[in-house]
């Protein structure tokens, strides 16, 4: 096994830069590296990162510590039937049927807000002023919160993201991080409990009334599952739909023929979160000593999966570094289920429960896009920069376009 010294440093300006050949030396000569600033096992290739994911013996205690100071105990801390019965509770608000018949009109309805903002200006700033926002305020939309708290809710999203990103223990961020927790619990709580008495078709009214068996969600899990769905839910989509457009801008024939087939969309979008994905790290816990390539992880250790490293194992993937919309060693059919082969939403019992919500956000907010942006380009001699660790995405992407009409 390798050690930190010898090899790119994940929390240095040189990996934040361009952790891609970083990833390819990390798979190639340290497939299994203690991080000692981090305190974790890293591992790299996509047999080992898949396993993580998939191998009950690897858990998430992790989050004990990791999540639970900022969102409160969630169901990504439960194992067993315990964790089975919660996430019955939520995934049926996030499957097709019930996205398609009560959520669809708010995603389309938030996206075309957005979109009208600028679009018979001839220039966006994509981050900015479309992808940042849509997300969160789709989240708010669905959970029947006021539009007129979009701002509060944009700002408590940010604190959390920050938190979970701060591999570098900063104690200002993690101290952000606590107080939105209370913020959010101080805000959410009276809602809740206002819901249960007079319940509604929104997202929260029907968390707070979900039981199976007799079992239901307290105050507490509903706030922390609302917490959560704003962090990841966030996260992923504005992240993803800004990377969408940067490669495809990158790739002007590949943007054409999305442009013209839009049934290609997901194909674009699953490529996407192979080749540049939202969430770059996820960690877990081993409850026993764990084999894998280049060594013994000890029981208790935290593993830290690099899942941006994984999706780009030429083992897995032919060519990994190339975005391409066609190729035929991703499956596109299945890349928004728990059989997915890319690891962006992680696999097995804990895949990310959100991932037909982020589906069905890029592909509206695709179209409306691209319908709105018929030459969309980029400004001369702008070449996209991304940024994070932890998450990762284009850190801006101006687009200059004639207005359609």
Same mark, same amino acid.
């Given at each position: ?14 990996? !934040? ?32 990162? @898949? ?27 439960? $194992?067993?039937?315990?964790? !089975? ?34 679009? !018979? ?26 539009p007129a708290d979009h701002a509060r809710f944009q700002r408590w999203y940010t604190s959390i993201i920050a938190f979970l990103g701060n591999l570098a223990q900063d104690p200002e961020v993690a101290a952000a991080g606590e107080r939105t927790r209370r913020e959010l619990a101080a805000y959410l709580i009276p809602v809740i409990r206002e819901r249960r008495a007079h319940p509604g ?25 609302? $917490? %959560? ?19 495809? %801008?990158?790739?002007p024939d590949q943007l054409a023929a999305v442009r013209a087939d839009r049934t290609l969309i997901p194909r674009a979008f699953a490529e996407t979160l192979r080749y540049s994905p939202p969430v770059h790290m996820i ?15 000890? !029981?208790? $250790? ?6 941006? @490293?994984?999706?780009?194992? @030429? ?14 060693? %991703? ?5 928004? $289920?728990?059989?997915?082969?890319? %690891? ?27 319908? @709105? ?33």
């Amino acid at each position: 096994m390798t050690t930190a010294r010898e090899m790119p440093d994940i929390l240095s300006e040189e990996f !934040a830069a361009d952790p891609y050949g970083a990833y390819r030396a990390l798979r190639e000569e340290a497939p299994l590296l203690w991080h000692e600033g981090m305190q974790s096992y890293i591992v790299s290739r996509y047999e080992d990162v @898949a396993r993580a994911f998939r191998d009950p013996v690897f858990t998430t205690a992790n989050y004990d510590w990791q999540l639970e100071p900022v969102h409160g105990r969630t169901i990504l801390q439960l $194992s067993g039937r315990e964790h !089975a019965v919660r996430r019955a509770l939520v995934a049926p608000a996030f499957r097709g049927a019930e996205l398609q018949s009560t959520f669809l009109p708010v995603i389309e309805a938030n996206s075309r807000r957005l979109v009208d903002g600028f679009r !018979a200006a001839g220039r966006v700033e994509l981050v900015a002023d479309y992808s940042r926002h849509f997300p969160i305020n789709v989240i708010v939309d669905m959970l029947g919160l006021d539009p007129a708290d979009h701002a509060r809710f944009q700002r408590w999203y940010t604190s959390i993201i920050a938190f979970l990103g701060n591999l570098a223990q900063d104690p200002e961020v993690a101290a952000a991080g606590e107080r939105t927790r209370r913020e959010l619990a101080a805000y959410l709580i009276p809602v809740i409990r206002e819901r249960r008495a007079h319940p509604g078709d929104d997202l929260l009214s029907t968390l707070c009334r979900a039981e199976i068996d007799g079992t239901s969600m307290s105050d507490e899990d509903v706030k922390a599952f609302c $917490s %959560l769905l704003l962090a990841a839910g966030g996260e992923t989509t504005d992240k993803a739909v800004a990377a969408l457009f940067a490669n495809l %801008l990158a790739h002007p024939d590949q943007l054409a023929a999305v442009r013209a087939d839009r049934t290609l969309i997901p194909r674009a979008f699953a490529e996407t979160l192979r080749y540049s994905p939202p969430v770059h790290m996820i960690m877990r816990q081993p409850a026993a000593d764990v084999e894998v390539t280049g060594g013994t992880i000890p !029981a208790g $250790s935290t593993v830290t999966a690099l899942i941006g @490293a994984a999706n780009r194992d @030429a083992t897995r993937y032919a060519d990994p570094d190339r975005f391409d919309v066609f190729r035929t060693d %991703l499956e596109t059919t299945t890349a928004f $289920s728990a059989a997915a082969d890319h %690891l962006a939403f992680a696999l097995g019992r804990h895949f990310c429960v959100g991932a037909l919500l982020a589906k069905t956000e890029v592909e509206v907010g695709a179209n409306h896009l691209l319908d @709105a942006m018929p030459d969309m380009r980029l400004p001369d001699g702008f070449v996209p920069q991304e940024q994070g660790v932890f998450t990762r995405g284009p850190a801006a992407l101006p687009i200059v376009f004639t207005p359609a009409g």
